[in-house]
């Protein structure tokens, strides 16, 4: 009896061991973390509601399927503590030079976003143009819907594996 519990307590043991192993052989950094989600479909924050202009928006968050190549985030042009988030429909502009950005990969290098601060003059020449900034990401889950800095921030590590 007694060497029957040594026993599986030993397994147990050897469960943990090759866990704990299997968990550290699985950390990776930042830049092998980029390479490898180059080419896959990935997960975004986006709102909760289909229509974010909507007027009922409860401020919440969720992350999709799957889906996307590229993932959104939107700094507040008013308040940089707020984001605008959403996972990126390849038909809504051109992304052929963001993609490539992202592909040139060399030996230690990724590039973990792309962001770009755009004016757009709506109203006749003379009045004040709009600005705003978006950030594009390639990696699961990458647009953390937090505020600009903590964004950044989050970019900077590799992403959770699984991210709720
Ligand atoms: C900016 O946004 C943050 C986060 O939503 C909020 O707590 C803060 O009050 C806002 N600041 C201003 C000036 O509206």
Not at 21 to 45: F, G, Y
Not at 139 to 149: A, E, M, Q, W, Y
């Amino acid at each position: 009896m007694l060497s029957r519990t040594a026993i599986l307590l030993s397994c147990s043991l050897l469960a943990i061991a090759t866990a704990a192993s299997t968990v550290r052989s699985s950390m990776k950094n930042t830049v092998e973390d980029a390479q490898e989600q180059l080419t896959k479909k990935i997960r975004c924050w986006e709102p909760i509601e289909e229509n974010i202009a909507g007027a009922a928006f409860s401020g919440q968050h969720r992350l999709s399927e799957a889906v996307y190549e590229l993932c959104s985030y939107m700094p507040d042009p008013k308040n940089w503590s707020k984001g605008y988030v959403n996972g990126v429909d390849m038909d809504s502009d051109d992304y052929t030079t963001v993609l490539h950005m992202f592909q040139n990969v060399a030996r230690g290098y990724a590039v973990l976003n792309v962001c770009l601060q755009e004016g757009f003059q709506f109203h006749v020449q003379g009045r004040p143009s709009q600005v705003s900034m978006r950030c594009l990401c390639k990696r699961d889950g990458c647009n953390l819907p937090k505020g600009f800095t903590e964004f950044l921030e989050y970019n900077k590590l590799p992403m959770p594996e699984t991210t709720f």
